[in-house]
């Protein structure tokens, strides 16, 4: 089975530009989370789409959106680019059945804002 | 507030030697706690899942372990190669989690590295 796919995989943007990510996730997984990654906070949670619904937002502006499609690949999308938006942003796809279930991360997208 | 803290933030190792990490979590009840390992510019990777009722699960040459009462895991590592070499991460899922992502409490992570 392929894993997590995500692209692109580094991107380099200015200040005031909008981006957009895209994550497939393993087949037959329909939970999508996505999470931020930065040096000094570790990782922080997005949001999660389950059958394109989304099921969970976290702390973050509302810059910050996402969606999920019907093949349950999913998009997130951040608008007026500040600087502090760079960092690894990873996609992370699971199973639902449980509270054992394993996330299985893609190897994400680092954003640069200059 | 629910917390994972992490210890050492960084590591340093010989080639060869063994190590042992540290996770402290104030989460409870929870439900579970993960380790995983995170190479630079790549996802995490799952190393461990223990419910609250296991003492220990081992994966290789990775061991982790919980204690409950004191509300500490500890995850080590035997006979380190350089591509142990990583950040390891704790994350615990509270038990009012409802299978939702946003409700895991993530570590900041340890960062190791291995010398040859």
């Known amino acids: 089975k392929a894993g997590v796919t995500q692209t692109p995989r580094y991107l380099i943007k200015t200040r005031g530009q909008q981006v957009t990510l895209s994550c497939s996730p393993i087949s037959g997984h329909r939970s999508v989370s996505w999470y931020q990654q930065t040096p000094g906070q570790g990782l922080q949670f997005l949001f999660e789409?389950?059958?394109?619904?989304?099921?969970n937002k976290g702390n973050f502006p509302g810059r910050f959106s996402g969606r999920q499609f019907s093949n349950s690949r999913s998009e997130m999308n951040v608008s007026t680019l500040e600087l502090g938006d760079s960092a690894l942003y990873l996609c992370?796809?699971?199973?639902?059945?449980?509270?054992?279930?394993?996330?299985?991360f893609g190897s994400g997208t680092q954003l640069s804002v200059l | 507030k629910n917390q994972v803290e992490q210890s050492p933030q960084s590591l340093i190792i010989l080639e060869g030697k063994n190590c042992t990490l540290q996770c402290n979590y104030t989460v409870s009840p929870f439900s579970n706690l993960r380790w995983y390992k995170q190479d630079t510019g790549r996802g995490p990777v799952s190393l461990t899942i223990m419910t609250f009722s296991e003492n220990t699960k081992s994966n290789g040459r990775y061991t982790a372990t919980l204690d409950a009462d004191t509300k500490q895991s500890s995850l080590h590592i035997t006979a380190s190669q350089l591509s142990d070499s990583a950040s390891y991460i704790c994350v615990v899922s509270p038990l009012n989690y409802g299978g939702s992502q946003g409700n895991l409490i993530f570590g900041k992570g340890t960062k190791l590295s291995v010398k040859p």
């Open positions: 992370a796809s699971r199973q639902i059945g449980g509270t054992n279930e394993k996330l299985f």
């Open positions: 789409y389950f059958s394109e619904t989304q099921r």
